[in-house]
């Protein structure tokens, strides 16, 4: 098993940035890839990003392209999400979720993801 914890949500403008931490626990962070989700409110989780067990590939929303980036660092048990020219659509709550499993792809299926941190909220204002 693992556990996720984010971490770097908060308020910000319209324009601005943030970068979403989820560090996991355990020894094998490797054999999993991850994503990061986010739920509106009133709305049904979505896919944000995702990456493979060792980062090379990545896979991005349509909504997010361009302005977000994932990473990781396997070494530090840690995955990241570089949030730039933010608008107010992606206010939500913001989720990590991880995968075990053998293939190197990232994947945008929910169902994939069978562990997930507790979210961490972000707001942005116009």
């Known amino acids: 098993q693992v556990q996720l914890v984010e971490s770097g949500g908060g308020l910000v403008q319209a324009g601005g940035s943030l970068k979403l931490s989820c560090a996991a626990s355990?020894?094998?962070?490797?054999?999993?890839?991850m994503g990061w989700f986010r739920q509106a409110p009133g709305k049904e989780r979505e896919f944000v990003a995702g990456?493979?067990?060792?980062?090379?590939?990545?896979y991005y929303a349509d909504s997010v392209k361009g302005r977000f980036t994932i990473s990781r660092d396997n070494a530090k048990n840690t995955v990241f999400l570089q949030m730039n020219s933010l608008k107010p659509e992606d206010t939500a709550v913001y989720y990590c979720?991880?995968?075990?499993?053998?293939?190197?792809?990232?994947?945008?299926?929910?169902?994939?993801?069978?562990?997930w941190g507790q979210g961490t909220p972000i707001t942005v204002s116009s």
């Open positions: 355990g020894r094998t962070f490797s054999s999993y890839r």
């Open positions: 990456i493979g067990r060792i980062a090379v590939s990545t």
């Open positions: 979720a991880a995968d075990q499993t053998i293939y190197n792809i990232a994947s945008s299926r929910l169902a994939d993801y069978d562990y």
